[in-house]
C-alpha cells in the first residue's frame, strides 16, 4: 500500500509540473507580439523549410508511359504536380542546380531547370541556387582547372629532410579535396582572384545568362557549400565510405604527408605590400620556432590569408550577388569548431561576415555553441542577416 501511495504521488506531482509548464507556456504565448504569433503558425514563403534537390526530374517517379494519361503531359504540368508535394507539406521552395550530368554543359538540362523555377515562380515557391557539383565549392566540378590548371590550389609545403625544405606545389593529397563524400577531385585555389573569377563566370553567369528575369523575385539566393583553403590534413574519413567516393583526380602515392600552409601565386608580393617585409626569408617562422618573432611572422601571415579568402572569395560571391539582387549564402567547412578556423578559413566569422544570409551545416540537434559563435561573431563585425533589394528592372 505505501508503495502505491508513494507511485500515485510521484504521479500526482509530475502532472502538477506539466499543468504549471503549460501554464507558463500560455502566458508567455500571451505576452508575443500578435505578428510573430501569426508569423509562427503561417510562416511567408521566405521563412519555410527549402527542400534540396540536386537533380530536378521532369517526369519525378511515374511508370513509363504514365505521363501521356495525364491530362496536362508537357514539362511545365509534370513541373507543377510535382512541385505541389513540396508545397502542400509546407515547405517554401527548392535549393537547386543544372544536373550534375554534363554538369553545366547541356542545353537539355538547362531547359529542365529553367522549367522547374518557372513553375516554381507561377506556384508562388521560392529559389536558391546551389553553386556546385557536389563539393567543396569553388571548382564548378573540375571546370575552373579545366579552364587553366594554374587555378588549382596551392601549398607551401615543409620537408625539414631536404637540403631545401620549402617547395610549392598543388595542395589535393591529404586535403579535404581528396578526402570527401562526394568526389575526390582537385581542388580551385580561392585565395587567387583569377580563379574565383573563373568560378563566377563558368557557375554563377552561366545561371544568370539564362534565369535573369527571375533573379531577386523567385531566385532569392545563391547558396555555397564548403569552401575552403584545403591545404591542411583533416583525417581519413571511414575506409568503408572512402571505397564508394568516386575518385575524379587520382591520388599521387610519392607524395609525401608534410606539414604546409596556404599559398597563391601573388602572396610574397601581398605580404610584402602589406608589411613591408620578405615573406620567403620568413617561411621557417611559418612552420617552427616559439620566440615572439616567430609568433609575429605567423600572425602576419595568417592575417593576410584570412583578408585574401573573405575578400577574394566570400567578398567575390557577396559583391556578384547583390549586384544582381539576390542574396549571398552558404557554409564554410567545420565552421563548427573555432580550432579549425584558422588552418580552413584564416578567420571563420570573417569570412561568414560576407554572407548576406550566413549558414552553419547542423547535423545533429545539438547546435547551441555553433548557433551562438556564429551570432555574436557577426555582430562583432557590425553585419546582421541581410538581404538585397528585390531586381526591379525585369532581370536586364
Known sequence: MQRISSTIFRLAAVWALLCSTHAMADDAIAQLPELWQAAWESPQVGDRPLQ???????????????????????????????????RQRGLGGLVCNVSFRDYLQSEAHWAELQTVVEACRDLGLIVWIYDE???????????????????????????????????????????????????????????????????????????????APLFGTTIQAAFTDEPSLIAVNLGQIPEEVRQRVPVVDPLDPTVKALPRVPWSYDIVERYRERYAEDLLAQRPSLFAGDTAEDRRVRRQFWSLVADLIADRYFGALERWCAERGIASSGHSLWEEAVLHHVPLEGNGLQCLSHMHIPGLDLLTSDGGDPLRLVDGGLAGFGRTTQRPAARDDGGQ
Do not use: W
Request: hydrophobic letters at 35%.
Open 133 to 211: 557539383k557536389g563539393y567543396p565549392s569553388g571548382g564548378a566540378g573540375g571546370l575552373v582547372l579545366a579552364t587553366n590548371r594554374e587555378f588549382e590550389a596551392q601549398e607551401l609545403a615543409y620537408d625539414a629532410s631536404q637540403p631545401d625544405p620549402f617547395v610549392v606545389r598543388p595542395s589535393y593529397e591529404f586535403t579535404h579535396a581528396s578526402n570527401n563524400y562526394h568526389a575526390a577531385r582537385r581542388y580551385a585555389n580561392l585565395i587567387d582572384d583569377r580563379a574565383v573569377r573563373c568560378f563566377l563566370d563558368v557557375t554563377h553567369q552561366a545561371y544568370f545568362q539564362r534565369l
Open 52 to 86: 534540396i534537390v540536386h537533380e530536378v526530374n521532369l517526369k519525378g517517379k511515374l511508370p513509363e508511359g504514365m505521363d501521356q494519361l495525364l491530362p496536362d503531359a508537357t514539362p511545365d504540368g509534370i513541373a507543377r504536380r510535382n512541385l505541389e508535394y513540396y
